[in-house]
């Protein structure tokens, strides 16, 4: 039995949810965006207008990407009988899970089976990005350009349409839009993106070792020292930096052997 749920948790518009309910179906859908990708349930909702053409125990309930494949295929076989057509945009977003496209087809779904428009549903331009999510966040939590694109383009994209040149384009799609977005954001804050140095950092306030000489080792007398064997030394084998030791020599007594008489 299909329970009442918020139409602001599911997604749904109030009408398609009463619809839904209405229907009796057998899995709750908890998640719209997961429980839809499937097809199964969509199956299920044919069934109950189209018996005969739609039987549901020929349908998988599993959730991986091969068993979506068979279950989409037996449906656009079984609407093209019924002269009925899905989008294949808005399909291939359910399958993938992509952001809005399992509540635009389960829209597309009541209003080809009830011929009922819904208000709040608009144009045709669709996007099933995580923008209008992104926008949510704050400046600092929005995604960075790879992560824009691993958001956007999903592991059963990959495995579906494993064409290296294919997978880039769209890519380079998402990361097209993603630098748009950013250079919006410049205009827009300003602020932002400036740079300000108004103390020196640390590099700056490091002090950097001039190498006295490029020809070999060079020693000298140690000014801090009080003993006149005390040298300091540097090389320049160091690819240009100067390394600095201490040479201490140390005068050891001669060793008498002990030699009996």
Request: charged share 25%; with cysteine.
């Amino acid at each position: 039995m299909f329970y009442a749920q918020s139409p602001k948790k599911t997604g749904l518009p109030r009408e398609v949810v009463k619809w839904l309910q209405a229907l009796d179906l057998s899995m709750y859908p908890k998640n719209v965006c997961r429980d839809f990708s499937s097809g199964y349930l969509v199956a299920e909702i044919f069934s109950r207008y189209y018996p005969q053409d739609f039987s549901v125990h020929s349908y998988d309930k599993g959730t991986s990407l091969s068993a979506k494949q068979r279950n989409w295929s037996q449906i656009e076989r079984s609407l093209q009988r019924q002269n009925l057509h899905l989008m294949k945009e808005v399909i291939d977003g359910a399958i993938h899970c992509k952001p809005g496209a399992a509540e635009l087809l389960v829209q597309e779904v009541y209003t080809l089976l009830t011929n009922r428009r819904i208000r709040d549903v608009q144009g045709p331009e669709w996007d099933f990005t995580d923008q209008e999510y992104q926008e949510l966040l704050p400046t600092l939590a929005r995604s960075t350009a790879s992560k824009a694109i691993k958001n956007n383009l999903r592991i059963t994209e990959l495995m579906a349409e494993p064409d290296i040149s294919t997978n880039q384009r769209k890519a380079e799609v998402i990361l097209h839009r993603h630098l748009e977005h950013k250079a919006i954001e410049r205009v827009l804050n300003p602020g932002r993106f400036t740079v300000r140095r108004e103390k020196p950092n640390l590099g700056q306030l490091a002090a950097k070792n001039l190498v006295l000489s490029s020809r070999g080792d060079e020693c000298f007398d140690s000014p801090s020292s009080k003993d006149p064997t005390s040298k300091l030394c540097s090389s320049s084998t160091w690819s240009g930096a100067a390394v600095s030791f201490k040479e201490i020599k140390v005068h050891q007594p001669v060793r008498r052997s002990l030699v009996s008489c």
